[in-house]
């Protein structure tokens, strides 16, 4: 899960659109820097003010101690020592996301990127629609002027935003397309992918990627057609469609969850983990459709580590990539 937990920073870092300080980064946090390369970079920011390391309710400003040290008042908490590194902080590099999105986009490299002011940019052109990323969904839904001014007649417009706390289906009426940059885009080898394919309306002839062709798999294993688990066909990440033509080449046999894994090219340990809902996606339609299509696909024997996914035995073989 470290692209997903990667990504998921690398949004969290954009919707905010500030530095945060390291040492308010959780372990787990600190320790998926070093996948996300170039797409942090360490800044410092003003340390004359912190947050009171004792409540973190307060900003206060910072003072020397008197002995070379340096101690925060705050209102609640009296005088607080407040650490040497505390203005060590991280900054999402927004020019690397901007650049990333447009090819993940497959958006023409002659077109530069306008930037809109307030934290929203025409990221440019896609199949001659065009793409606007913005940092706040309320900014762009209240400002209609904003998308006015880059839509072209005849063409959707797509959206990109953050996801805000409480939205539900599509924000934007008919015309413009909304993309939540935490679930349809992810952090992927070094640069970002997109998931799924462009809306109908956007590119009306392309087949349908959900068609199964590897038993209920489609050629590409991200989608799973399942009628007991849902009745419209289940679309996967791609470290899960990984872990399905894994299991899918071994042609239903009992194999080892770290081979399955090797075989996927992926770091998770077991197959399983691409698929656990993580307390942010409980009650997710998508999340929970996932995971109970890998309950009705994959036989696991815990205790022995084995995995088998039985509708691949009478399956064709499918060569690795
Ligand atoms: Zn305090």
């Given at each position: 899960m470290a692209a997903h937990d990667a990504w998921a920073l690398v949004c969290r870092l954009f919707a905010g659109g500030t530095p945060v300080l390291?040492?308010?980064?959780?372990p787990r946090e600190i320790s998926l820097l070093p996948a996300l390369g170039k797409a942090v970079k360490p800044t410092v920011v003003d340390?004359?003010?912190?947050?009171?390391?004792?409540?973190?309710?307060h900003r206060v400003q910072v003072w020397g101690d008197g002995r070379g040290g340096r101690m925060c008042r705050c209102p609640d908490c009296g005088p607080v020592a407040v650490d040497?590194?505390?203005?060590?902080a991280l900054a999402l590099d927004e020019d690397w996301l901007r650049q990333k999105l447009r090819l993940a986009l497959g958006i023409e490299s002659r077109d530069g990127i306008d930037?809109?002011?307030?934290?929203?940019?025409?990221l440019g052109d896609a199949r001659r629609s065009p793409i606007v990323l913005a940092r706040d969904l309320t900014r762009v839904l209240y400002e209609p002027a904003l998308l006015n001014r880059v839509r072209v007649a005849g063409s959707d417009l797509r959206v990109i935003t953050p996801r805000p706390s409480i939205t539900r289906g599509?924000?934007?009426?008919?015309g413009v397309e909304w993309l939540a940059l935490e679930e349809r885009f992810t952090f992927y080898g070094g640069g970002i992918t997109l998931f799924g394919t462009p809306s109908p309306s956007v590119t009306p002839v392309v087949a349908d990627p959900a068609v199964p062709v590897n038993g209920p798999f489609s050629a590409d294993f991200k989608w799973a057609t399942l009628p007991d688990v849902q009745a419209t066909p289940i679309q996967f990440t791609d470290g899960q469609s990984k872990v399905f033509k894994a299991l899918w080449s071994f042609k239903g046999a009992e194999v080892d969850g770290a081979r399955i894994m090797s075989s996927a090219d992926?770091?998770?340990?077991?197959?399983?983990d691409l698929f656990k809902i993580k307390a942010k996606d409980k009650g997710s339609p998508l999340h929970e459709a996932r995971l109970a299509a890998y309950g009705a696909l994959v036989v696991t024997q815990q205790r022995a580590g084995l995995y088998a996914m039985p509708c691949a035995a009478t399956g064709k073989e499918v060569a690795m990539t």
């Open positions: 390291r040492a308010t980064l959780s340390q004359s003010f912190v947050l009171c390391p004792h409540c973190e309710q040497a590194n505390d203005g060590a930037d809109l002011g307030g934290g929203v940019w025409r599509s924000p934007f009426g008919a992926l770091e998770s340990d077991k197959p399983i």
